[in-house]
Each structure stands twice: as structure tokens, then as C-alpha cells.
């Protein structure tokens, strides 16, 4: 069996600092993928141009070339095009590497694998069974909740026919 990569362990191990910057893959622009990518530009393993690194949240504008706005009334605010598309390439290449170890470690170590997946199978059958019942009540009870008012409904609508009727009928007798 070989030793899990180092940096598959540093993908598992707690950061303490939480960013709190502009997102960009639910990681923070300024705080990671800037640095990230002025380092990769810096040893020529990316050519994003410095307009990008160097203004990266850019205003939206409409097809007119008019300033977007949001329905709450904001501008629209875009990371640059040339970041985003290489953050849509480190992604992928993550989920690749991710997908390749999984393959890796089913090839090489498959009975510790398939001993892992029998555990959390079995530890999650309980909680699946738990938050089926409990979706299954709360179904019903809005199905009955719907009914209930559907009937209110009907029965509201009824009285206000026969009070009307009722109105109707004491009105033609006045009038005769």
C-alpha cells in the first residue's frame, strides 16, 4: 500500500484562518487565489494578465453597455474573466485529482476501501431512516394541513352562496 500524498493530508488538515473576502469557488479571492495565481504568473506556470491580478473585481454591464444592477438595487459585480476561467480550471483539475486518488486507493488498498464504504453505509442507515419517517410525516401532515384548508374553503364559500341566496330571497320579499 503507499502513503496517502502529502497533499491529500494538507487538504485534511484544519486551517485556522477563515477568510472573509469576495469568493470565487467558496474560496477567498484576495486571501487565496490571487496570491495563488500572482505565484503561478511569477514562475510562468500561468500567463493571466496583469490587468486581471491587478483589478480582478470588475461591473457588470448589460448587452447595451449600460451599468447592471440587481433587483435590491446593487451594481453588479464580476471577477475578471481571465481569473475566472482559471479558477473553472483548478477546479477541474481538483476534481480530477480527487476522482484519480479515490481510484487509486480502491485499486491498491479495495478491502480497506470496501470496509470503509460497508461502515458508513451502515452507520448512515439510521439517520437515512430517521429523515425518511420524518419526511414522510411532515408530507402528510401538509397534505392534511392543505386539505383542511381546501375544505375551510369550500365550507367559507358555501355559507357566503347560502347568505347570499338568503339576501336575495329577504330582498324579493320586501319587494313584493
Known amino acids: 500500500m503507499n502513503p496517502t500524498p502529502t497533499y491529500i493530508k494538507s487538504l485534511l488538515t484544519p486551517a485556522t484562518k477563515q477568510p472573509l473576502g469576495r469568493k470565487v469557488w467558496s474560496i477567498d479571492l484576495v486571501a487565496v487565489w490571487l496570491p495563488f495565481f500572482i505565484a503561478t504568473n511569477a514562475m510562468q506556470d500561468t500567463a493571466i494578465p496583469s490587468d486581471a491580478l491587478g483589478c480582478p473585481l470588475r461591473l457588470g454591464y448589460d448587452k447595451a453597455g449600460a451599468v447592471r444592477f440587481t433587483q435590491a438595487g446593487r451594481p453588479v459585480i464580476r471577477v475578471a474573466k481571465e481569473l475566472s476561467d482559471s479558477v473553472r480550471l483548478v477546479r477541474d483539475n481538483f476534481t480530477a485529482n480527487l476522482i484519480n486518488y479515490a481510484g487509486e486507493v480502491m485499486r491498491d488498498n479495495t478491502e480497506a476501501y470496501k470496509a470503509q464504504v460497508s461502515s458508513a453505509q451502515k452507520a448512515g442507515m439510521p439517520i437515512y431512516q430517521h429523515d425518511l419517517a420524518e419526511l414522510d410525516k411532515a408530507v402528510k401532515a401538509k397534505a392534511e394541513a392543505i ?16 347568505a347570499e341566496a338568503e339576501t336575495i330571497t329577504e330582498r324579493e320579499a320586501v319587494a313584493v
Not at 386539505?147 to 347560502?162: C, G, P, R, S, T
Open 147 to 162: 386539505a383542511k384548508a381546501e375544505a375551510v374553503a369550500v365550507a367559507k364559500a358555501k355559507a357566503e352562496a347560502v
